[in-house]
């Protein structure tokens, strides 16, 4: 396969990135490298990755027109993995216009791209965000997402519904996947395990909303990339049994498909603030606050569908996966 690969130089995209090329794929990353972020922390993961020969990377924004259609000229695609994103529910709330550049007009060149160039496979992320208001849980494929609490969750809503469109006009092949608090070494500074981190080292406080009254399905960054890699050369067909008059939110008559990744085991929040206080050695100075807008107080992912597709397990425990994340964090800032 020659795969394209955007948000190269993010978290999941550089895992991602870096399982492929181990098992022989050619790879074109593509990254704009915003300072939403650390920038070094992204050029240290892209160092991973030039190490092979079979990685291209290209800096590049998404919301270039001419250029996203210059790279799917340029290389012939086979799939396509979309993970570049303007990420954050809380930033979205002061910069609504970076997601409406990247998440819908980005994500548009992209689809614009998988269909002139008749691309096998489009993966995208969508986002547990997409539930919002709901309380029922687990979160299911098959409940109904019209509440969006945060423009972030509504443009991966739009995502979605822009992903159907094109699997329905084009017969573009498109898989959704809402990720769930994906966690582990080379994440985000702005996740809350991450910055929880460097606050408990640096003895900053931590800010705890909700009072400390949330719950996670924190989920692995191992498992995700397990997860993708067994979809990207399953890209899903029509289902012939889509009933119109009871319509199935995650599937179609046209060839697209939507699935939840993630652990499928929330975790509270004071838990998780517990195991890495232990981890670190050190205990957190920690400021309860109120809800943030935006915010949702518990999410919880439904996957047995994904589980029936590809026989998806998430195995790695919270506690084990909190040890790596807090190894790869000593070492990484020594």
């Not at 098992?23 to 704009?32: A, F, L, P």
């Not at 991450?194 to 406080?205: E, R, T």
């Not at 400390?212 to 890699?229: A, C, K, N, Q, W």
């Not at 100075?285 to 935006?294: A, D, K, S, T, V």
């Amino acid at each position: 396969m020659t795969v394209l690969i955007t948000g190269a130089a993010g978290f999941i995209g550089m895992h991602l990135s870096k399982r492929l090329l181990e098992v022989g794929h050619n790879i074109v990353g593509i990254d704009n490298k915003n300072d939403y972020y650390d920038v070094q922390l992204k050029d240290d993961r892209l160092s991973e990755l030039i190490k092979f020969d079979n990685f291209t990377f290209q800096q590049l924004d998404l919301a270039d027109r001419h250029g996203i259609d210059n790279l799917f000229k340029e290389h012939g695609f086979t799939h396509v993995i979309n993970l570049a994103a303007q990420a954050g529910v809380r930033y979205s709330l002061e910069n609504p216009r970076a997601y409406i550049d990247s998440n819908l007009v980005g994500f548009t060149n992209i689809l614009e791209g998988c269909r002139h160039y008749k691309i096998k496979h489009l993966i995208y992320a969508s986002s547990s965000s997409v539930y919002g208001a709901n309380t029922k849980m687990p979160f299911s494929t098959m409940d109904s997402v019209d509440h969006p609490v945060s423009l972030y969750a509504a443009t991966k809503k739009a995502n979605e519904l822009m992903a159907h469109t094109y699997s329905h006009l084009y017969q573009v092949p498109t898989t959704g996947l809402r990720f769930f608090t994906v966690y582990g070494p080379w994440g985000r500074p702005d996740m809350a395990y991450f910055s929880f981190a460097n606050n408990i080292m640096n003895g900053v406080p931590i800010k705890v909303f909700n009072h400390g009254d949330m719950m996670r399905d924190f989920t692995y960054i191992d498992d995700i990339v397990e997860g993708i890699l067994r979809l990207l050369e399953k890209p899903p067909v029509a289902d012939e049994n889509w009933d119109r008059e009871n319509p199935n939110p995650s599937s179609s008559y046209a060839p697209y498909k939507l699935y939840n990744i993630g652990n499928n085991e929330p975790v509270k929040l004071m838990d998780f603030i517990h195991t890495l206080e232990n981890l670190l050695g050190k205990q957190a100075i920690i400021e309860f606050l109120p809800m943030q807008p935006g915010d949702v107080k518990a999410t919880f992912a439904d996957v047995d569908d994904l589980k029936r597709a590809i026989g998806f397990n998430p195995s790695t425990s919270i506690g084990e996966g909190l040890r790596r994340f807090v190894e790869w964090y000593m070492q990484y800032y020594k």
